[in-house]
């Protein structure tokens, strides 16, 4: 079955600490799909980023960080030099097999990683 | 573009009454879905519709209907609402070819 698990529930840091949210996936399939979502405190999700299963190189944008490892099935996303604004929730997701042909897949969705960046 | 747009933003309902949330998305997304999120259970897929005319249960369908009225909107109706459908309801949109969702600003509704 697929699964994202993301362990850390909360996280506390200090402004300017870097931070790793892990997220580890389970499935089948060669070919899938992985993302990341923020909610801030508003409550609005954002999509952040989406990495096809064949694409293992990292990425970066600005502060923020993604290592995709498929031999550990992990995507873990890294905030480097972490500011108040990134207090949310993030949310790894899996796109799930696919249904059929010319049908979008579902996400799955792990339980979310509240993270509290304090001044 | 607006993007996906809900109304509305927040409802308080009785045991019983019943309501339609609405949605829609100006992208021109094939697929739309609605979720619900409740504290420490993430987002929970209710329904969703592949492309217009098609509706499909998700995780917890129960007590929910869908309307797929056209390729822009996508309502979801609760019949006899209960305490515990009290909830932020998300609808979501998707192109074909990304399978990334984006997202409306959501509903916060709560039943007493």
């Known amino acids: 079955a697929q699964k994202v698990t993301q362990a850390q529930t909360e996280i506390s840091v200090v402004e300017k600490e870097d931070v790793t949210l892990d997220c580890v996936y389970e499935t089948r399939d060669t070919t899938y799909y992985l993302f990341w979502y923020k909610q801030p405190p508003s409550g609005e999700l954002v999509f952040l980023i989406r990495r096809n299963s064949f694409d293992e190189q990292n990425e970066i944008s600005g502060r923020y960080s993604w290592n995709f490892q498929k031999s550990t099935s992990s995507f873990n996303f890294t905030i480097t030099a972490s500011q108040v604004v990134d207090s949310a929730v993030y949310f790894c997701?899996?796109?799930?097999?696919?249904?059929?042909?010319?049908?979008?897949?579902?996400?799955?969705w792990g339980l979310g990683t509240s993270l509290a960046v304090n001044p | 573009n607006a993007g996906v747009t809900q109304t509305p933003k927040f409802q308080v309902l009785k045991t019983g009454q019943s309501m339609t949330l609405q949605c829609a998305q100006d992208?021109?997304?094939?697929?739309m879905y609605w979720y619900r999120q409740d504290p420490g259970m993430g987002l929970r897929l209710i329904y969703y519709s592949a492309s217009e005319g098609t509706t499909d249960k998700g995780e917890v369908p129960n007590g929910y209907n869908v309307s797929r009225l056209n390729k822009r909107e996508f309502s979801l109706r609760l019949e006899s609402a209960a305490p515990s459908q009290t909830s932020v309801y998300f609808c979501?949109?998707?192109?074909?070819?990304?399978?990334?969702?984006?997202f409306g600003p959501g509903t916060r509704l709560t039943v007493l």
């Open positions: 997701a899996l796109s799930e097999a696919n249904s059929g042909a010319g049908n979008n897949r579902k996400l799955i």
């Open positions: 979501a949109s998707t192109r074909v070819e990304t399978d990334t969702q984006y």
């Open positions: 992208m021109n997304h094939n697929s």
